[in-house]
């Protein structure tokens, strides 16, 4: 595996073993994806109520972002589509994309950012994450009550003993057990649904609440600037390569701010791509938020909606068995009159 990034999240390194790609949806994957019995995604179907909370607090809007796709074709297909920072984002494109093994291309989507995670289940121990990248999946990995969702985000968190100064140590040790089939992770992932709407209701009258919405993920993805990342032969999915767009004023305190926690589901699980380590803490955000047939569309344009990638399937991971862990559903406090909207909508796009 050439960095960090490839080894922790997403990324394009082979399994032990050999490449990997999503044409059975991961079910031909090995090692710990194989013998794991802690997988992640699964259904999300609890009745396991817990004392658990979620605090996502001190982001802050971002510059010097970029907008990353990853995309294989062919033996193998896989790739997803993130929004992280470099540590020298002054580079030319050109450039980075020649020299982007060398590149120590993993840094904090947000220095100040923070995610506290209250668990009850062992020790009662508060945990504090930072956010380390976010990227996309289409359709969407975990599925709620056995329903897909059109895409689900995910924030890759790292305790923050392992970022800053004590990330490229952390780096270090991670490589080091690259081949332990037994291997765990101290990751957290927050998951984010998103269901694909005009926000407009049967008789065609605009939903407020869910068209304020709608209007933050839309210049959320907007200032992602994916209308950018090339298609066609000079693309990166045609083209096996590295595609790297600015994204430079990316209005994530909104967007975070946006997220209602106050409904989540929580279990233990792993990384949904090869090397699937275990260990890592998911919560999934139970109330799904808009997106525009457009901005989904600049996303699925580039996998399930992609014939050259895994025969116009997605990127997404099969569902994993639950086998002996427990799945909280957490509910702190009754729902909003915006998050209702939503709960609808996510439910009403998947009856017709
Ligand atoms: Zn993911």
Redesign the pocket.
């Known amino acids: 595996m050439k960095s960090f990034a490839y080894a922790a999240?997403?990324g394009t390194a082979a399994a032990a073993g050999g490449n990997w790609g999503y044409y059975t949806m991961g079910k031909d994957w090995t090692v710990q994806c194989a013998t794991g019995q802690h997988q992640s995604p699964i259904d999300l179907n609890a009745k396991d109520k817990a004392d658990f909370s979620l605090k996502i607090q001190n982001f802050g809007d971002q510059t010097g972002l970029h907008t990353h796709i990853h995309g294989k074709t062919g033996t193998y297909a896989n790739g997803?589509l993130y929004l992280k920072r470099k540590d020298n984002p002054a580079e030319e494109i050109g450039r980075r994309l020649q020299t982007h093994g060398k590149v120590k291309n993993v840094l904090q989507l947000d220095a100040e950012g923070d995610i506290e995670l209250k668990r009850n289940e062992k020790d009662g121990a508060t945990l504090h994450y930072q956010p380390n990248q976010l990227?996309v999946?289409a359709p969407s990995?975990h599925t709620i009550g056995g329903k897909y969702f059109d895409m689900e985000m995910?924030f890759?968190m790292l305790p923050h003993s392992a970022t800053g100064d004590a990330h490229e140590k952390f780096v270090k040790e991670q490589k080091a057990k690259e081949g332990d089939a037994d291997y765990k992770v101290n990751y957290a992932?927050l998951g984010v649904m998103f269901t694909e709407t005009d926000c407009k209701d049967d008789a065609g009258k605009a939903i407020k609440e869910c068209e304020a919405k709608l209007k933050m993920t839309d210049s959320f993805f907007e200032s992602m600037n994916m209308d950018q990342i090339k298609q066609g032969s000079k693309g990166p999915i045609e083209n096996r390569n590295d595609s790297w767009v600015k994204a430079d004023k990316v209005p994530l305190k909104s967007f975070m701010d946006s997220l209602d926690t106050s409904q989540f589901y929580a279990y233990e699980g792993s990384l949904?791509?090869p090397p699937c380590w275990e260990g890592v803490r998911w919560s999934v955000l139970k109330n799904a938020l808009p997106i525009s047939k457009k901005q989904l569309g600049l996303v699925t344009r580039n996998y399930a909606g992609n014939e050259k990638f895994a025969k116009l399937k997605g990127n997404n991971r099969v569902i994993m068995p639950l086998n002996d862990r427990k799945l909280f559903f957490i509910d702190n406090g009754a729902l909003s009159l915006a998050a209702t909207t939503m709960a609808g909508l996510a439910t009403a796009a998947y009856l017709f």
């Open positions: 999240i997403a997803a990227h999946h990995e995910h890759v992932v949904t791509t």
